[in-house]
């Protein structure tokens, strides 16, 4: 609040600054709670129980309904609690609690996926009467490494009387359950890296959709480069919904929180719109970069691509970017413009 | 009987992307590449095959493809029950190649299963295969190495019975269906591992919830659609690959080249069905002619008459038509309605038959996800079925076997199903299971891993059949595609929902949501190869071995 009433020059922006942090943070809350639940969703589902069929496919409303009770719990949290409610050991624990409180989790009433093994279920080394692979006379194994470079946006952005290029992508090698990972994400104004996230990490599949990150991530750019251990999950939430959250923590103790959200709309078989979200959480203020607590950023885009193969896709698109709280203010403060309409053209590619 | 296994025919040029490049090598007379010729047929006791790569040109393009004795399909074998056979198989590839007897009977060492029975054959050396013929009907041998069967390593084997043939014909023709791609098989497999529906441009877009909206009402697109989302479950993933990237061969031939036979009117044709394609499933038809079912991978079954059937990879059926028409298309389409292989029967050269549209894709039902909501059948899931590898478990199985499957039910014809096969003679060995083994068809279509029991083959544990026992195998496929189940050096004797004989056959589709059983009897000492049939499926784990001992 120090750095609000310090920044802000009359209480009506501040009101109105005010109103639309809310809106965004509501936003922003639904959406951490929406990856939560698929997260559950993916993690936990009781036996089935062939009476609450109907429930799983038709029930609608109570999803909304514990949407909203979710996003109450959050809206609650005070940030410090809330950077600490994704310390690593509590995760499982406040995934949980969230598929209890939702009448949601109804929908996940069947065991046709994922789940803990019952104690009675079969051991599939039964037959084997102690006979491995390895006694086997001509066995050897043949698996081998896979190489990827996913370029999922490499687009000129252009704003009011500003141009920029902006690229997200990840390479990767590995198999089918272990992989390392290189995530990039940045923005290039006049040849110069004006803002920029790369990430090392392990990537392991923990549910038949999610893969679980480890690593570190290193933010250069303007401003002093900076550190931090990475930890959080990829992967897809019913509906498809690609989804990307990471928690991260500096040694100085800042933690920090990512969320990005995409969807493809199938206009045809090969004209795709693509709704896309991100945002951004720090748990301090960080004048030197000029990061305001709780939710820093949001950035909401749609992108129109066609796909000539699957491996080569032009796009167009907008997106809306905004600075919120006190980042806004820190913007302000430096007379840098805090919400922008962008207008993005740029190839999504991959091999 | 009088055996032809190709007639020269006038290459009839269209549109379509199939297309031989029989103009690309008149255009060249100077450069005369040796190009893969149609199968010969070979018969006798003692064989010399050899592998190597000849060029073939499927679609404008030349590519190299894995042959014998310079054919594709390699040459149809033609052997004798209760003969001795001698067959030298030299590998000229730069890679180790195998040749694995589909169906047959014999010790396992002559069964070329590459790194399971034989360490295979190595580059530019001789294998000889000798083993005694035991038994009768119609099989098919291929390549258990690396990506050679998808690039063309297949052919027919005819095994003439001691007794005589019982199934009179006055022609016999080998139908060898097959899916070639231009692309390296293993960049295929790339593809699907990085995108599983890469090949996949059936997928419900918005144009479609519109249409579902119009016709139906919201509320029913909404719930059409709702738990297939929740589930992250495609009902258009028919086929991991589409025609985007294959082209389907009947004998080597593309619909452009179309494969023709002849036969006079009045004639019985035996028309012996083979299903060699690497991952595609065939729904095989010859408009206005009945085709009467014979023979179900090599055992004679109680002649059945149908319209159409679905053959599975590695499966054969033998039909016997008799056509009063001068010509007649035989028609192939592939289960997900992206293409076909055809071919034309007739009295003169030259003369065709029109080739039916294709008809359009089916999406995968409620009964191929959740099974039969009201059966009663346990299921028994294994341990390792709740991780990252398998994207669903169904626990309401269904145990139908009069279900011909998707895209071929209530299509107004009469389809053939498992529930119509009946082997003559009965079971071979009238002795009751002893124990159950059950094993779970399981996989993740978004990582692409198959596997069972949620296990892929290298972290698998071998299966011990005990020799000599009789025992029950459950299949329970826990996947929404059909696998095409194969159980190498041993009869798999199916058994109908309420455990009575059906049909002894050595490849099983299982349909999605679908529970079968059958009996082994553990004759056969060694170790075995068990797997699912679709080539890219076993390539990435759905593969056991199996020890006899």
């Known amino acids: 609040m120090n750095q609000r009433i310090t920044v802000n020059k009359t209480s009506e922006v501040l009101k109105i600054s005010e109103v639309s942090t809310l809106a965004l943070r509501r936003v922003s809350l639904l959406i951490i709670a929406l990856s939560w639940q698929s997260l559950s969703w993916a993690e936990k589902s009781p036996p089935m129980d062939h009476s609450k069929m109907n429930h799983m496919t038709m029930n609608h409303a109570e999803q909304g309904e514990a949407m909203n009770h979710s996003k109450m719990n959050h809206a609650t949290m005070n940030h410090a609690e809330q950077s600490g409610a994704m310390d690593h050991s509590k995760m499982n624990h406040a995934t949980m609690n969230h598929a209890e409180q939702s009448g949601a989790m109804d929908h996940s009433d069947m065991s046709m996926q994922g789940g803990d093994a019952p104690e009675n279920a079969r051991d599939p080394n039964a037959y084997a009467d102690g006979y491995t692979l390895k006694s086997m006379p001509f066995y050897s194994n043949s698996s081998h490494n896979l190489y990827s470079l996913l370029v999922d946006r490499l687009e000129s952005v252009t704003t009011k009387g500003n141009a920029a290029m902006t690229y997200d992508l990840q390479a990767w090698v590995g198999q089918t359950y272990n992989r390392a990972l290189i995530r990039a994400e940045g923005e290039m104004q006049n040849g110069l890296s004006e803002n920029a996230r790369t990430e090392l990490l392990w990537a392991h599949a923990i549910t038949p959709y999610w893969d679980s990150h480890l690593g570190v991530r290193y933010d250069s750019g303007s401003g002093r480069g900076r550190g931090w251990l990475a930890f959080g999950v990829q992967g897809l939430a019913p509906y498809w919904l690609y989804t990307e959250a990471t928690f991260y923590v500096n040694e100085q103790g800042r933690t920090a929180f990512r969320v990005e959200l995409e969807y493809d709309v199938l206009i045809t078989q090969r004209l795709i719109l693509q709704p896309r979200i991100e945002a951004n959480f720090y748990s301090k203020n960080d004048p030197a970069h000029n990061l305001g607590n709780g939710l820093s950023n949001v950035e909401a885009g749609l992108r129109l691509r066609y796909e000539f193969c699957r491996e080569f896709a032009p796009y167009v698109g907008v997106e809306w970017a905004s600075t919120v709280g006190n980042t806004a203010n820190y913007a302000k403060a430096n007379s840098n413009t805090v919400d922008e309409t962008r207008f993005v053209a740029g190839i999504h590619f991959w091999f | ?549």
């Not at chain 2, 050269?349 to 894709?361: F, M, N, Y």
């Open chain 2, 1 to 549: 009987m009088k055996s032809v296994t190709k007639q020269p025919t006038l290459p009839l040029l269209s549109r379509r992307q199939c297309l031989k490049g029989l103009a690309v090598l008149s255009l060249s007379p100077w450069i005369k590449p040796v190009y893969a010729k149609p199968a010969e047929i070979l018969s006798g006791s003692t064989f010399h095959l050899t592998i190597a790569e000849t060029r073939v040109n499927f679609t404008g393009t030349p590519r190299l493809a894995t042959t014998v004795n310079g054919s594709l399909p390699a040459p149809t074998l033609r052997w004798r029950e209760g003969d001795t056979v001698t067959i030298h198989v030299t590998n000229q590839l730069n890679e180790t190649s195998s040749i694995h007897w589909h169906g047959l009977i014999l010790p396992y060492q002559m069964d070329g299963a590459h790194g399971v029975s034989f360490a295979g054959i190595a580059p530019n050396t001789t294998f000889t295969y000798r083993f005694k013929v035991q038994q009768s009907g119609t099989y098919w041998y291929h390549s258990h190495s690396g990506m050679q069967e998808q690039t063309g390593l297949y052919g027919a084997i005819i095994i003439e019975p001691l007794k005589g043939e019982t199934i009179v014909a006055e022609r016999d023709y080998v139908i060898v269906l097959s899916d070639w791609t231009d692309e390296d098989p293993m960049a295929v497999l790339d593809k699907l591992k990085k995108q599983s529906d890469y090949y996949n441009f059936n997928q419900l877009t918005v144009l479609d919830f519109v249409h579902d909206i119009k016709q139906d009402g919201l509320k029913s697109a909404v719930d059409k659609r709702a738990m297939w989302n929740e589930m992250l479950m495609n009902m258009t993933d028919l086929s991991d690959i589409s025609a985007y990237t294959y082209c389907y061969l009947l004998n080597g031939n593309t619909p452009e080249t179309n494969w023709t036979a002849l036969f006079n009117k009045g004639e019985r044709i035996r028309l012996r069905f083979i299903n060699a394609a690497s991952q595609s499933f065939f729904d095989v038809r010859i408009p206005n002619l009945k085709m009467t079912v014979v023979q179900a991978d090599g055992q004679n079954i109680e002649p059945v008459s149908v319209d159409e059937f679905r053959l599975g990879a590695a499966e054969t059926y033998d039909v016997i038509v008799t056509p009063e028409d001068d010509a007649y298309t035989i028609f192939a389409q592939s289960m997900d309605r992206t293409g076909y292989a055809r071919g034309t029967l007739t009295t003169r050269s030259g003369l065709t038959a029109a080739v039916p549209a294709l008809d359009k894709a089916e999406p995968l039902s409620m009964m191929d996800m959740m099974g039969d909501m009201s059966g009663g059948v346990a299921v028994h899931h294994a341990k390792t079925e709740y991780g990252a590898s398998v994207d669903m478990r169904v626990d309401t199985p269904r145990t139908n076997l009069d279900d011909a499957g998707v895209g071929l039910r209530n299509n107004g014809r009469r389809v053939l199903t498992y529930a119509d096969l009946h082997t003559i003679g009965g079971s071979l060995d009238p002795r009751p299971a002893t124990r159950d083994i059950e094993l779970h068809l399981t996989g993740n279509m978004e990582r692409y891993s198959w596997s069972f029991d949620g296990i892929e083959f290298d972290d698998s544990s071998p299966i011990h059949f005990r020799y000599g026992e009789r025992l029950r195998v459950i299949l329970v496929n826990d996947t929404m595609m059909t696998h095409p189940i194969h159980l190498h050096g041993m009869w798999s004797e199916l058994e109908t929902p309420d455990g009575k004989f059906q049909v002894r056959k050595h490849t099983f589709s299982v349909q999605p949501a679908q529970r079968i059983s059958f009996l082994v009897t553990a004759d056969a000492l060694g170790y075995w190869a068990w797997h699912c049939h679709l080539f890219y499926h076993m390539h990435v784990g759905m593969f056991r071995t199996v020890v006899v001992s």
